[in-house]
């Protein structure tokens, strides 16, 4: 098998959810895929540029299913689906928060969260801030879903201390969608 960067973000990703991203180094990733380190600098420059190729391959998967037309239904599948995909990869938020948003996939992606924030009533000045917080909201989401969900079952529940017994806890996909419903109510003002 032939080093390409496409064998490498494989590898990558999988020693990613195998080993977490303390374990991605060069020198690993050139492990499993049964090479020196210095073969894998004739395609990838540094491990930024690692992460770059990693978030890219996992932006270029999300390809919501509705035309950019109707704005709202393209941004919650795109948000679900970017969602799914962030949840599939073991560290994908710290992948995200460190790399670059500068990769052609990611690039149209932000195009088309603006084209739909604009079709939604944003100003333009204020489409760049709107846009950030659509792919903030669904990195800090998955963030805070991944935390909870590593809390042992015989924790006891903080919220349930604070507001009693009858607090109800939702599940994850309805947190994300009602965050969603917030996050829109809210963009609505941005007109």
Request: overall charge neutral; aromatic content about 8%; proline content about 2%.
């Amino acid at each position: 098998m032939g080093l390409s960067q496409e064998t490498i973000v494989n590898a990558a990703i999988e020693l990613l959810n195998r080993e977490g991203i303390d374990n991605l180094t060069m020198r690993s990733l050139a492990a499993a895929l049964n090479t020196k380190a210095a073969s894998l600098y004739r395609h990838i420059k540094d491990k930024k540029d690692l992460y770059d190729m990693i978030a890219e391959n996992i932006i270029s998967g999300i390809k919501p299913s509705c035309g950019l037309s109707n704005a709202k239904k393209y941004l919650t599948e795109a948000a679900g689906l970017y969602r799914q995909k962030l949840l599939a990869l073991r560290d994908s938020g710290t992948i995200f928060t460190q790399s670059r948003a500068a990769t052609p996939a990611r690039l149209e992606f932000m195009k088309n969260s603006m084209i739909c924030l604009l079709h939604l009533g944003v100003s333009e000045n204020k489409c760049m801030v709107a846009a950030h917080m659509f792919n903030n909201y669904v990195l800090s989401s998955v963030a805070d879903e991944i935390m909870f969900r590593s809390i042992p079952a015989d924790i006891p529940n903080t919220y349930q201390t604070i507001l009693g017994t009858n607090f109800e806890w939702l599940s994850f996909d309805e947190q994300f969608n009602c965050g969603l419903d917030v996050l829109f109510t809210g963009i609505k003002a941005l007109k």
